[in-house]
């Protein structure tokens, strides 16, 4: 059996908290926006979500993982997925992990590549920070790196999460999911 092909890829992780809830309301969605909850999301969606929003920013884990073990989480009380829409169709997503309690950890955030730019993403990130503190954990957690969109980390900054670290991961992303790897971020 062939060996599988790595693409190597160094970053620059931030880790993030939140100790207690902002105390000033955040920016409501624009007209047309909403957020539902996926009570019941399929893997097939869940893929669908995580493929669109995290095309260009690397997210490769999730799509490593078999059906059933996506299931396995997806079917976890402790973690929920959250649909941003606008105007009828997705715009993005969040998912909140309660799995490790007293902590809440956003563990993954983002709009599809129609919706960036449209003033969806800070009131957007408010909502997931606001559902997040709605069952009062011990605090809120959410990483971010270089990979990432360059306002992630201003946008988290900006509604409340501090930075506990940095660390320099290199990630071995194999090279079958077929996906855009930056030049600036291949490890050499």
Same mark, same amino acid.
């Given at each position: 059996m062939?060996s599988?092909t790595?693409i @190597?890829v160094?970053?620059d992780?931030?880790? &993030?908290r %939140?100790?207690e809830?902002?105390?000033? !309301?955040? !920016?409501a $969605?624009p007209?047309g926006a909403?957020?539902?909850q996926a009570? #019941?999301c399929?893997?097939?969606?869940?893929r *669908?979500?995580y493929g669109?929003?995290?095309?260009? *920013?690397?997210?490769w884990?999730r799509r490593t =993982?078999?059906d059933?073990?996506?299931?396995?989480? =997806?079917?976890?009380r402790g973690?929920?997925i959250?649909v941003l829409y606008q105007?009828?169709?997705p715009?993005?997503f *969040?998912e909140?992990?309660?799995?490790? +309690?007293?902590f809440?950890?956003?563990a *993954?955030?983002?709009? %599809?590549?129609?919706?960036?730019? =449209?003033? &969806?993403g800070r009131a957007? =990130?408010r909502h997931?920070?606001d559902?997040? /503190?709605?069952e009062?954990?011990r605090g &809120?957690?959410v990483?971010?790196?270089t990979?990432d969109? @360059?306002?992630?980390l !201003?946008?988290?900054?900006?509604?409340?999460?501090g930075t506990l +670290?940095k660390?320099?991961e290199? /990630?071995q992303?194999?090279? +079958?999911?077929? $996906? !855009?790897i930056p030049? #600036?971020? #291949?490890?050499?």
């Open positions: 062939a599988e790595i @190597p160094a970053v992780v931030t880790f &993030l %939140m100790d809830a902002p105390e000033e !309301p955040g !920016p $969605l007209p909403e957020v539902v009570t #019941r399929s893997v097939a969606f869940y *669908y979500l669109t929003v995290g095309e260009d *920013y690397v997210w884990l =993982l078999p059933a073990d996506l299931a396995a989480i =997806l079917a976890d973690v929920t959250h105007h009828g169709e715009a993005g *969040y909140l992990d309660r799995r490790n +309690r007293p809440t950890n956003l *993954y955030f983002g709009l %599809m590549p129609h919706a960036i730019g =449209l003033g &969806l957007f =990130l997931a920070v559902t997040a /503190w709605a009062h954990p &809120l957690t990483n971010t790196c990979a969109h @360059p306002r992630a !201003p946008n988290y900054h900006a509604v409340g999460f +670290r660390v320099r290199i /990630w992303v194999p090279a +079958r999911l077929g $996906l !855009p030049e #600036r971020l #291949r490890y050499r």
